[in-house]
């Protein structure tokens, strides 16, 4: 019997992070020891506070379906922390509470996008964005940049990419994969050019806020003249400690907002009870809470950056938020080792898995075939050892 899938499912690539672990989980399951770090998780455990707020919205009954945008005392947290950490100005109503930052983005991409759209997204991008313009039939539009641009894409560069079949520009800050983080006037600047492109939507993706070597995080919607033109994506996964709650949010247009909470109401309603209330705990705390997790990587991200300085032909930047370094290893393409051949970044990133029993991901989930993704969100002796055994399988190429 034929096995007839949609033609959705069948244009949809798997997300290569995912499909990484799942790889070195497969290997841990036949007795070898692996090092994981290709999953972006923050390897802490979810504040005391946040919990004790789940136990006693637990114990207060918070058991029934929500309202498909969320708690209205958790949309509103979520209003004043926005205006309270990034100078933005959304209200409740303008709030989508979704199951994580993901599903967020999956609902503005099918509220606002049609076949024959483009969308500009600056690469290195996160994995998922390609796939979930895709699934709403629009076309993703790669902007190429390098590390010695700091991954970073101007407004002129953008500039060239826009006509009149683009409809968004998506990019995060700080960005993953690169951990490369907009300042203010680079905001500025590229608000001003899209201010001249009123139809154009721009989808900010600041899951990684708390996660800046910086000092203070900068949103592009902040900006009067362009804040009508902006959805601010965020969530509490990252600098919370809670990948697992699922909860992420948007701030956007209220006619957007509108659009997305119609479309949740049709896949998924409202998210999970226990997990807002979690949520709102979060949104209400003053934002230090966070900062004991920001210095370990910080601390985590000079470490690495000084072993793997030791490491010929790998070239780096200084990744300035999120936690995780992405060199550029094309140094090493064209070279060998045994029935190895190394061609591309993907081939490299399975060679270190066969061989150092370490797990990456390739840089072409990002829209960058030159680099690799190497995530610092594990403790210092598995950091340490992963770049022991990187630096030896690396050295047996020629």
């Known amino acids: 019997m034929e096995h007839k899938l949609s033609n959705i499912i069948n244009s949809l690539s798997e997300s290569q992070t995912l499909a990484m672990t799942r790889l070195s989980r497969e290997l841990k399951a036949q007795g070898k020891d692996v090092i994981s770090l290709s999953i972006g998780e923050p390897d802490f455990d979810t504040p005391q506070f946040i919990k004790d707020a789940a136990k006693k919205a637990i114990d207060e009954n918070y058991s029934h379906y929500t309202p498909v945008p969320g708690y209205p005392e958790l949309r509103e947290a979520i209003s004043s922390k926005f205006k309270r950490d990034n100078n933005l100005d959304y209200s409740a109503d303008q709030i989508v509470v979704s199951t994580g930052a993901k599903h967020s983005i999956a609902n503005v991409s099918l509220s606002l996008l049609n076949p024959g759209d483009e969308v500009i997204i600056p690469a290195p991008y996160w994995v998922s964005y390609y796939e979930i313009i895709k699934l709403a039939g629009a076309t993703p539009v790669s902007i190429p940049t390098t590390i010695e641009q700091d991954f970073k894409v101007s407004p002129e560069e953008i500039k060239k990419y826009i006509n009149a079949n683009t409809r968004m520009i998506w990019f995060s800050t ?21 201010k001249d492109y009123p139809d154009i939507i721009i989808l900010s993706d600041e899951i990684y806020e708390h996660i800046n070597f910086m000092g203070k995080h900068e949103s592009i919607g902040q900006f009067d003249f362009i804040k009508d033109q902006v959805v601010t994506v965020n969530g509490v996964s990252k600098g919370f400690a809670m990948t697992g709650w699922r909860i992420g949010f948007i701030g956007a247009p209220k006619w957007i907002a509108d659009a997305c909470t119609k479309m949740q109401g049709q896949f998924t309603s409202g998210t999970g009870s226990i997990s807002q209330k979690a949520a709102q705990a979060a949104m209400e705390a003053d934002p230090s809470v966070t900062y004991e997790m920001k210095d370990a990587f910080e601390r985590r991200k000079h470490l690495v950056l000084n072993l793997m300085k030791d490491i010929p032909g790998l070239k780096l930047n200084d990744p300035k938020g999120a936690f995780y370094v992405f060199p550029d290893v094309s140094s090493y393409f ?18 270190l898995l066969d061989q150092a029993l370490v797990a990456l991901v390739t840089g072409e989930a ?13 403790s210092d002796d598995v950091l340490i050892e992963s770049i022991k055994r990187i630096k030896e399988a690396l050295a047996k190429l020629h």
Do not use: H
């Open 174 to 194: 700080p960005c993953n994969p690169s951990g490369s983080v907009y300042t203010k006037d680079e905001l500025y600047a590229i608000a001003q050019l899209l």
């Open 366 to 378: 990002f829209g960058d075939p030159n680099c690799i993704r190497f995530s610092y969100a594990t």
């Open 334 to 351: 064209g070279k060998s080792a045994g029935d190895w051949k190394i061609n591309n970044a993907t081939d490299l990133t399975m060679y």
